[in-house]
């Protein structure tokens, strides 16, 4: 059974830096793709980036990122531990939000967040002075 559970949020301040964590099990990273979504206030919840399954073993994912996170986000995988992870520094009040990661069965060859699902709780992500 695909499962996955977020932790890692907490309250910090414009300009501060948070990593978040999504721990998976019930299936292997190399084949799923795994992204990262947030839904603030009365907002639909959105896309923010994503890693894809590997292609070949020695090749990591491809990723990506929206035009509002990059530079300031990074996401990243350790297979040893089931997880990726969301390095996000440069926070703005505007990242506040619940943080969900989700799982595509598409592996490599996702190309965009429409096909994530097996949600996570979320955790909550506020960016406030």
């Known amino acids: 059974q695909v499962q996955l559970v977020e932790s890692g949020g907490g309250l910090v301040q414009p300009g501060g830096s948070l990593r978040l964590s999504c721990a998976t099990s019930?299936?292997?990273?190399?084949?799923?793709?795994i992204g990262w979504f947030r839904q603030s206030p009365g907002k639909e919840r959105e896309g923010v980036s994503y890693?894809?399954?590997?292609?070949?073993?020695?090749?990591?994912?491809?990723?990506f990122y929206v035009d509002s996170v990059k530079g300031r986000f990074t996401i990243s995988r350790d297979n040893a531990k089931n997880t990726v992870y969301l390095q996000m520094n440069s926070l703005k009040p505007e990242d506040t939000g619940v943080y969900y990661c989700?799982?595509?069965?598409?592996?490599?060859?996702?190309?965009?967040?429409?096909?994530?699902?097996?949600w996570g709780p979320g955790t909550q992500v506020t960016v406030s002075s």
């Open positions: 989700g799982a595509d069965p598409r592996g490599y060859h996702v190309s965009d967040f429409g096909a994530f699902g097996a």
């Open positions: 019930g299936f292997s990273l190399d084949y799923y793709a």
């Open positions: 890693i894809s399954g590997k292609y070949i073993s020695e090749t990591d994912g491809n990723t």
